[in-house]
C-alpha cells in the first residue's frame, strides 16, 4: 500500500551556508508578521536576505525519504559565487561554463532522486523510469550549452517536451494526496507585531483558494498551498509587507512557478506563470524584503547598485501552455531588469532654496536605544542639509509614517502606523509633549482649517479619529462606512479647504468615503482596487484616488461634474488607467506606465497632481485641466511620499521620499510659471542621512536615512492653511502663495 507523505520546508538558510536543512514532514510554512523592516512576514530564518520566503513540496507517495531542503532547492549549497555574474565579452556566461555541476545547479540531482523514488525498488526494470533518467541526462547537456540568464522553452530543445511527456507518465506512479496539502500559517501577536495586521492573497495558482480577511486582526490564519506554484500576500494595512512560498513538485524540473496564475490586481487577473506582471512584482518582492537590495546613495561619491536573487532554477509557462525553464533566477533578473548599475553621487541641489522646513518620516531607521524603527528627520531647504533626527526612544516611537502641524507650527502631530498612538513633538525642539491612543494603525493625520482639529485615520479601524488642538483628548469618531458593515480600513484622507469636508481612500472597501465634517453624514463612492490615498483641489471641486491594486486613478466630483473624460466634456467621476500603455503578458510597452500608486497630492494652485508608483519607480503628472497623464518623471525604489512646499520667490517644489532609498527627490511642478505642468521636472537630489551635524536624540545604528514615507513641508502651503501662515512663515511668501486660488488680490 502507498502511504501518501508531506514532505515540506519552513526555513532557509543564507546563500554563504553549506550545511543543508532537512525538509520537515507535516510542518507548515509559519510566517509571524512583525513591526521589523525587511521581515514583515517572518519565516525565522533568512534565505538570499529575504526573511519573508518559504519553500514547500507538493506531496507525493513514495518520496518521503527524498534529502530536500530549501538550501539546495535554491542552490544555496552551490556558495554565493553563482549571484551577480558578469558578463563575458558582452554575452551571459552558459550554464556548463559556471564551474558547479550542471545537474545540481538546475536541481536535476534531485529530479533524479526524485524518479527513482517513484519507480520504488524494482524501478531499475521499469521502462518509463530508465527513459526519464536517461532523458534527464539529455536535457542536463543541453541546457549546459544555453546562457545562465535566458529563459529556454522547453520545447526548443530536443529532449524538453519529451521529458515533460515522460515525467507525467512518473508522476502517476507517485499520485499527489490533496488531504496532506502543503499549509502556511500567519501569526499576529505582541511583541513582534504592536498592532493589527491582514492577510490577503496577491498571487495564487489556478485551482488553489485564495486567503483574505473581514478585516484587519491579532491571532492566526491560514492557507491551504493545494496547487504547485507561486503563492504571495500582502497586508492591506500596510501593502508592502509580503510574504512567499514556492511549492515545488519534484518531479518537474526546476522549482515550480505554476501554469496559470491568479493576480489581485486590477480587480483579479489570470496570466500565465511567465507573464511580465509576475515578474515584476517577484523582483519588487525581493527588492522589498531584502534590505541587502535596497538603494544606499551619497551625496559625495558614486555606490554600485547590484540586486541579487536566488540562483535558482525556475520552471515556468508561457501563453501558449509550453513550459519554459529559467536556469538562474538571479541571472535572468539582472539581464531583464538591466541591474547592476551605479547610482550617481547626489550633487545637484535646487538653484532656488525652498521656504521654511520640511519632514520627512524615515521610517525603516534603526536605533540604539529602542526596539522598534524609524524617526521624523527635518531637513533645511535653504542649504539643503539634514538638521534633526527625533526618534523618540523613551517612548519606542513605531514606524512613524506621516504628519501635520497645527496652525501655530508649536507642534508635529506624528502617526505610528505599527502601533495604536498619535505622537505629538515640539517643532523646534523635537522634544516629546505627549502621546495618545487613538486606534489600531493610524496612517494619516491632517488638521481642519477652521478650528485646528486634528483628524487621524485609523487604518485597521472604521473611522477617522477627531482630537481638540494640540491632541490633548478626543473629541470624536467619525465612521466611514454604515451600520453593518466590515470595518473600511481607511488611509491616506484628505480635507477640503474650508474644513467643511473630508474623503477616505477604504482599503478593505474598494470606495471612497465623503464625509461632511459638522454633521457627520458620509456619502459612498465605488473607486477600484485598493484605494490607499487622496488628494483634493484647492477649490474643492474634486478629488483624486490613488487605486494601489487597480493602478489607476479615481477622479471624484465633488459639487457637479468637474471631472474631465477623455473627450474632454465634464464628468462626475473617471478612471485614469495607468496601465493603458502596458500589455501585463508580454511586458510591452507604448508610452510610459504607473504602478502600485501611493500619494497623489494636488500642487496648491490647482494646476496638477503627482502620483508616486511603488512597482514602476516613477511619478505619474496628471494635467488636472483634463485630468489626463501627460508624463512620467523617475524615482527611486519605492518611492511613496509626496508633499507641495513653497519656492522662494513664487511656486512650489514637491518633495518625494522612497521607502527602499535614503533618498530625497525635488521637483519644480512648473519651471517657466505659465500654469501647464508640461515642463515639471527633477531640480535636486539628496540623502537623508544624519550627519555631522545633524541633532539626534539616539544613535542611528541601521539604515540611516531609509524607510521616506510621510512627508511634510512647512509652512503647510495649502488652500485654507496658508491662509493661517504664521506672520514669521507669511512674510517669506509671495502674496500667489498666499491666495493660491484667488490671485486677482495680487495684481
Not at 467619525?478 to 466590515?486: D, M
Not at 494636488?602 to 502620483?611: H, I, L, M, R
Request: proline letters at 7%; aromatic letters at 6%.
Amino acid at each position: 500500500m502507498l502511504t501518501p507523505i508531506l514532505v515540506l520546508v519552513t526555513i532557509g538558510v543564507s546563500p554563504s551556508s553549506s550545511q543543508a536543512l532537512p525538509i520537515g514532514v507535516g510542518t507548515p510554512v509559519q510566517f509571524t508578521l512583525t513591526d521589523n523592516q525587511g521581515a514583515w512576514f517572518d519565516t525565522g530564518a533568512t534565505l538570499f536576505g529575504t526573511r519573508s520566503l518559504g519553500v514547500a513540496v507538493t506531496p507525493r507517495t513514495k518520496l518521503a525519504s527524498l534529502p530536500l531542503d530549501t538550501d539546495t532547492l535554491l542552490n544555496g549549497d552551490l556558495g554565493g559565487g553563482l549571484l551577480n555574474l558578469p558578463l563575458l565579452n558582452g554575452d551571459a556566461p552558459l550554464i556548463g561554463s559556471l564551474g558547479v555541476n550542471v545537474n545540481s545547479l538546475l536541481n536535476l540531482d534531485q529530479l533524479n532522486s526524485a524518479v527513482d523514488a517513484a519507480g520504488g525498488v524494482l524501478g531499475f526494470l521499469n521502462p518509463t523510469i530508465q527513459r526519464a533518467k536517461t532523458q534527464i541526462n539529455q536535457l542536463s547537456q543541453q541546457l549546459s550549452t544555453v546562457p545562465d540568464s535566458s529563459a529556454t522553452p522547453l520545447g526548443s530543445l530536443p529532449v524538453g517536451l519529451d521529458l515533460m511527456r515522460t515525467l507525467k507518465e512518473v508522476a502517476a506512479l507517485a499520485p499527489t494526496d490533496l488531504s496532506l496539502a502543503p499549509k502556511a500559517k500567519f501569526a499576529v501577536a505582541a511583541p513582534a507585531a504592536a498592532s493589527a495586521h491582514s492577510v490577503t492573497s496577491l498571487i495564487w495558482p489556478v485551482g488553489a483558494q485564495p486567503i483574505d480577511q473581514n478585516s484587519a486582526f491579532i491571532g492566526n490564519a491560514e492557507a491551504n498551498l493545494t496547487e504547485p506554484g507561486l503563492y504571495a500576500w500582502a497586508c492591506k494595512i500596510h501593502p508592502y509587507m509580503l510574504g512567499a512560498v514556492v511549492v515545488d513538485d519534484p518531479l518537474t524540473p526546476g522549482l515550480d512557478f505554476g501554469k496559470k496564475l491568479n493576480v489581485n490586481v486590477k480587480g483579479g487577473i489570470v496570466v500565465p506563470s511567465s507573464a511580465d506582471v509576475v515578474q515584476e512584482l517577484v523582483q519588487k518582492f525581493f527588492r522589498i524584503t531584502t534590505p541587502d537590495n535596497w538603494q544606499v546613495y551619497s551625496n559625495t561619491q558614486t555606490k554600485n547598485w547590484n540586486p541579487y536573487y536566488p540562483p535558482a532554477p525556475i520552471l515556468e509557462y508561457d501563453a501558449n501552455e509550453q513550459p519554459v525553464i529559467i536556469p538562474s533566477l538571479d541571472a535572468y533578473y539582472n539581464s531583464k531588469f538591466n541591474e547592476g548599475v551605479t547610482l550617481p553621487a547626489l550633487t545637484q541641489r535646487p538653484s532656488v532654496p525652498g521656504v521654511g522646513e520640511l519632514w520627512v518620516d524615515t521610517q525603516m531607521e534603526q536605533y540604539a536605544g529602542k526596539v522598534k524603527s524609524g524617526a521624523a528627520t527635518k531637513v533645511d531647504v535653504q542649504n539643503w542639509t539634514v538638521d534633526r533626527k527625533v526618534a523618540l526612544p523613551q517612548i519606542n516611537l513605531n514606524n512613524p509614517h506621516n504628519m501635520w502641524s497645527d496652525r501655530a507650527g508649536k507642534y508635529i502631530y506624528q502617526t505610528e502606523w505599527f502601533s495604536d498612538r498619535l505622537t505629538v513633538f515640539d517643532r523646534t525642539t523635537g522634544k516629546l509633549v505627549r502621546t495618545i491612543q487613538v486606534g489600531p494603525d493610524p496612517s494619516h493625520v491632517m488638521t481642519r482649517t477652521d478650528t485646528d482639529q486634528l483628524h487621524v485615520a485609523i487604518n485597521a479601524g472604521n473611522a477617522v479619529v477627531e482630537l481638540s488642538p494640540g491632541a490633548t483628548q478626543i473629541d470624536r469618531r467619525i465612521l466611514v462606512q454604515g451600520p453593518g458593515q466590515t470595518p473600511a480600513h481607511p488611509h491616506a484622507h484628505w480635507m477640503s479647504a474650508d474644513g467643511h469636508t473630508m474623503v477616505t481612500p477604504n482599503v478593505n472597501h474598494n470606495n471612497s468615503t465623503i464625509v461632511d465634517v459638522p454633521s457627520g453624514s458620509i456619502q459612498e463612492v465605488q473607486t477600484e482596487q485598493l484605494p490607499i490615498a487622496t488628494g483634493m483641489m484647492p477649490d474643492s471641486s474634486k478629488y483624486y484616488v490613488a487605486n494601489f491594486l487597480g493602478q489607476s486613478v479615481s477622479c471624484v466630483s465633488l459639487d457637479g461634474p468637474a471631472c474631465h473624460s477623455d473627450s474632454g466634456t465634464k464628468v462626475g467621476y473617471k478612471s485614469i488607467n495607468l496601465w493603458a500603455n502596458y500589455d501585463m503578458v508580454t511586458g510591452a510597452t507604448t508610452g510610459g506606465f504607473g504602478g502600485l500608486p501611493i500619494q497623489i497630492p494636488v500642487s496648491p494652485d490647482g494646476n496638477v497632481a503627482f502620483v508616486a508608483n511603488t512597482l514602476t519607480s516613477n511619478i505619474a503628472v496628471i494635467d488636472t485641466k483634463t485630468d489626463k497623464v501627460i508624463k512620467y518623471l523617475p524615482c527611486d525604489s519605492g518611492c511613496h511620499g509626496i508633499n507641495f512646499g513653497a519656492k522662494r520667490g513664487g511656486g512650489y517644489y514637491a518633495y518625494v521620499s522612497s521607502k527602499f532609498a535614503n533618498t530625497l527627490a525635488v521637483i519644480d511642478p512648473d519651471p517657466n510659471g505659465d500654469g501647464s505642468p508640461a515642463d515639471s521636472t527633477i531640480v535636486g537630489k539628496m540623502v537623508l542621512d544624519s550627519a555631522a551635524g545633524t541633532a539626534v536624540d539616539d544613535v542611528v545604528t541601521g539604515y540611516n536615512g531609509m524607510g521616506g514615507q510621510g512627508v511634510l513641508p512647512y509652512p503647510i502651503v495649502y488652500n485654507g492653511w496658508v491662509q493661517n501662515a504664521t506672520p514669521e512663515m507669511a512674510d517669506q511668501l509671495t502674496c500667489a502663495q498666499l491666495n493660491p486660488i484667488n490671485q486677482g488680490v495680487c495684481e
